[in-house]
């Protein structure tokens, strides 16, 4: 019988394997705050409440750069703006949850938990206890979070000054943003942002980067369905070469095959 428990720890058991790339990630975030001059309990704090690893990493930069705090919030909320996508994706299944319920799995919410989550939710089975799986994936991903934040903050201010950190940053998004580029419209989307960057790079405020983003969305957004017009003809497609490969021959095909066999 699945009880709360074992869905609990099926959840964290689940998670355990993406915790292995989160974690450098807190670290290096971490470290990198001591270089825009965030305090620790400031940085902490941010793991904490905003709790978005991109949304971090954009925030601490702008910081440094001395953007105002208006851009900065609304530039994190664009960033953010797929936990939309998640939750509404989500929604059908938490709708007998109660508020409080609810409230608590939004907050733990995040592109690794929903990963695990959605998969989970999706299987077969008995779905009045499968919140606790979420429950299970969501509080491991933020333990391991602000557990590698503290980490990067304490090495990072036993780093010099001089060791500027701002390479990580960078090197990090690199990193992020490679591996999701697997179509046309990724593509598209990763080139037009990155050009937009440079060529807005001298607006003030950083105010290029919610320009680049604006518009990496807006072509990705123009370019998404008709990848997924490709792929349903693709399937449609293979279907039909599956069909035909298991259809029955006619008796006098069959015989001239024999025959030909035979011979």
């Not at 998670?15 to 940085?43: C, D, K, N, Q």
């Not at 508020?99 to 799995?105: A, K, N, P, Y």
């Not at 991903?141 to 390479?167: K, M």
Request: glycine share 8%.
């Amino acid at each position: 019988m699945i009880t709360k428990r074992s869905e609990f720890l099926t959840g964290v058991k689940d998670e355990l394997p993406i915790l292995m790339g989160v974690i450098p990630f807190g670290l290096i975030y971490g470290a990198s705050t001591r270089s825009a001059g965030i305090s620790a309990p400031t940085a902490q704090a941010m793991s904490s409440i905003i709790f978005a690893g991109s949304a971090q990493f954009i925030t601490i930069q702008l910081i440094g750069s001395g953007v105002p705090a208006g851009i900065i919030l609304l530039t994190a909320v664009i960033i953010n703006l797929r936990h939309a996508l998640y939750s509404a994706s989500l929604a059908p299944y938490l709708k007998p949850l109660n508020t409080r319920w609810r409230m608590l799995l939004s907050y733990l919410l995040t592109d690794e938990a929903y990963a695990v989550a959605i998969t989970h939710y999706q299987k077969p089975g008995d779905m009045s206890r499968k919140h606790w799986y979420f429950l299970g994936a969501g509080l491991a991903l933020w333990t391991t979070w602000q557990t590698s934040t503290a980490i990067g903050i304490i090495l990072g201010a036993q780093i010099p000054a001089s060791w500027s950190l701002d390479f990580a940053l960078p090197l990090t998004f690199i990193a992020l943003v490679i591996p999701l580029i697997k179509n046309r419209a990724g593509v598209a989307a990763a080139t037009a942002a990155g050009l937009i960057a440079i060529l807005t790079a001298a607006l003030p405020f950083k105010l290029g980067l919610v320009v680049a983003t604006l518009v990496g969305i807006g072509v990705g957004l123009c370019l998404e369905p008709r990848n997924k017009k490709q792929a349903n003809i693709n399937e449609i497609e293979q279907g039909i070469g599956h069909a035909l490969t298991h259809t029955e021959l006619p008796e006098s095909t069959q015989a001239s095959h024999t025959a030909k066999v035979k011979e």
